[in-house]
């Protein structure tokens, strides 16, 4: 199923599943006669509560999507990770990260040699040795055409294209071996960031912080595929525009940290409840800083992830 949170206007989440090749919402609510609660419902409630949305997805009342607003697929989400599982776009972004931090100083060129001597701005080794991530703020998630806010203490914009998980049934010590086992389901993500706030900020080794935190910032959708539907997450293509414009591409297949890897990390000792979102962090020429490109107001970012959609943003800034 293609599952959604919809809005007809008064701001309050509803669930449905797209069907008619996308085009039409079946209320799931209203065939269930209110059974069908919520998304997050559905993912707590595992096989039998999915049987319900599967039975109210045949039912009469429907809606077109045209007539609705999408929301985050579940907004908020219980709790949301963003990991670090590629490779390429690490090596990429930090070599760019270098440069712009080092545009900033005095003399660029000799900023630039001295960070790339001493290694700042460059891939830990932490990467290779074990997932890593930072728990992003579940209260700036919005849904599929919503407006990013340019934070006002930002110069330098930038998207990042990302899918991710959410969890089906908790976790908790799982072997890598039965990891997928709890995946609920798959979403597009786009990691809106302040760059310049970011480069600031990381050298602090706590963060990130106001680089990513300010409201808004985390798109999610424009749907929740399940596991059934979206098979083998580790074969899809993945494609960023700017105004029409492809910025990037890339491909699930390069991970170079599965989400099996991520659950079996995070759920040691640890227990991931479901609707809990699990980022995959950006596919590599998946952001702007990798070209040193960045949006500027008014910009409308498309993600597109094979098997999922297209999520699509404006950023706007205020005055």
């Not at 599967?54 to 963003?82: C, F, N, T």
């Not at 203490?153 to 890598?176: C, H, Q, R, T, W």
Request: charged content about 25%; some cysteine.
């Amino acid at each position: 199923m293609k599952l959604v949170t919809y809005d007809t206007g008064d701001g309050i989440g509803r669930p449905g599943a797209l069907i008619d090749d996308g085009k039409t919402i079946a209320d799931l609510a209203a065939n269930s006669s209110g059974a069908v609660a919520s998304v997050l419902w559905i993912a707590e409630g595992g096989e039998s509560a999915l049987a319900q949305a599967e039975d109210a997805a045949k039912g009469s009342a429907k809606l077109s999507l045209d007539a609705v607003r999408l929301m985050a697929p579940i907004e908020p989400p219980p709790q949301m990770r963003d990991c670090l599982c590629f490779e390429t776009h690490l090596i990429q972004a930090f070599q760019q990260a270098r440069k712009l931090r080092a545009s900033q100083m005095p003399d660029p060129e000799a900023a630039e040699r001295e960070m790339e001597e001493k290694g700042i701005l460059s891939v830990p080794q932490t990467f290779y040795d074990q997932p890593i991530y930072y728990k992003a703020n579940r209260f700036s998630v919005v849904g599929h055409e919503h407006d990013v806010i340019w934070p006002g203490y930002s110069n330098f914009m930038d998207f990042e294209l990302e899918f991710g998980v959410y969890i089906g049934k908790p976790a908790k010590d799982v072997k890598k071996a039965d990891a997928m086992n709890h995946i609920f389901g798959y979403t597009i993500f786009n990691d809106f960031t302040a760059r310049d706030a970011q480069t600031a900020e990381m050298g602090g080794s706590l963060g990130p912080a106001k680089g990513k935190d300010f409201d808004t910032a985390n798109p999610m959708g424009p749907c929740l595929v399940t596991a059934d539907e979206f098979g083998d997450p580790y074969d899809k293509t993945m494609i960023c525009r700017v105004n029409g414009e492809e910025w990037g591409r890339g491909s699930t297949s390069t991970m170079h940290w599965s989400f099996a890897d991520l659950i079996e990390h995070i759920s040691a000792s640890e227990t991931i409840r479901p609707g809990e979102f699990l980022g995959s962090g950006t596919v590599g020429n998946g952001c702007g800083l990798e070209h040193m490109k960045f949006l500027s107001p008014g910009d409308v970012v498309e993600l597109e992830v094979e098997g999922i959609g297209v999520l699509r943003n404006r950023i706007v800034k205020p005055g």
